[in-house]
């Protein structure tokens, strides 16, 4: 059975870690699910599978298209799928609308989006309806215009200041889960520390609740260089490409097939 937000919540309350990655298709979902508590159909899919620089074309059909076929091989992992950039910033009711196409048409268990203050409304009306929301804070991606780039957050101690509470009020609005992205490992387990629910870190160090990486990072499918903080436990990248050339080899060798 697949893991609700409440059980994500037991394994924050039993101080076991939560294993976290991105899917964008049938087949990697199927391979991840059995391992994974929490699967994001991620808008990394912009950049990881579009081969775009960065998260900020991907449009709502898009996710939804994706999010449907991962919905068929999640079995045990909790289901999450990412709001893609101006789907839920312009006013509460379209992004309430839009949400509402993602739950119904995906069968996604929760919705995740990029946090400011603007959006905290948005978190609590769409808690009280029903929907759990999983608050991303510190390296936003869709804020790459404004970054000039994928820079990490919360150096300075206003930004710090800024990260923090926002994850604090997210949480107070009715977030059921933080996502905390690029951010210093001091700052992450702060948060962690103060909110009762379960915290996922990306390049946050390791203090988290849990960890979430980009599945083809994790593999060594995506090519150098990656983000310093992403450690890759195979590399699928070398093998496909070895794999490739052998039966490019065979092909060429035997002359009618
Ligand atoms: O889009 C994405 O894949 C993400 C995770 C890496 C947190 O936001």
Known sequence: ?????????????RNEKIVALTAYDFQTAQIIDEFCDFVLVGDSLGNVFQGKETTLSVTLDEIIYHAKAVNLA?????FCVDMPFMSYQSNVDKALENIGRVMQETNAQSVKIE???DLLILIKKASNIGI???AHVGLCPQSYNIYGGYKKQGKSKSEKDYIYNLAIDS??????LIVTEGIPEI???KITKNIDIPTIGIGAGSKTDGQILVTEDMLGITPLPR???VKSFANLRDTSKKAILEYKKYVKKNKSS
């Open 1 to 13: 059975m697949r893991k609700t937000i409440k059980d994500l919540l037991e394994l924050k309350l």
């Open 74 to 78: 999640i079995k045990n992992a909790h």
């Open 115 to 117: 946090m400011n203050e």
């Open 132 to 134: 759990p929301v999983v």
């Open 171 to 176: 949480f107070k609005n009715g977030a059921s």
């Open 187 to 189: 700052l992450a387990e």
């Open 227 to 229: 983000p310093s903080f």
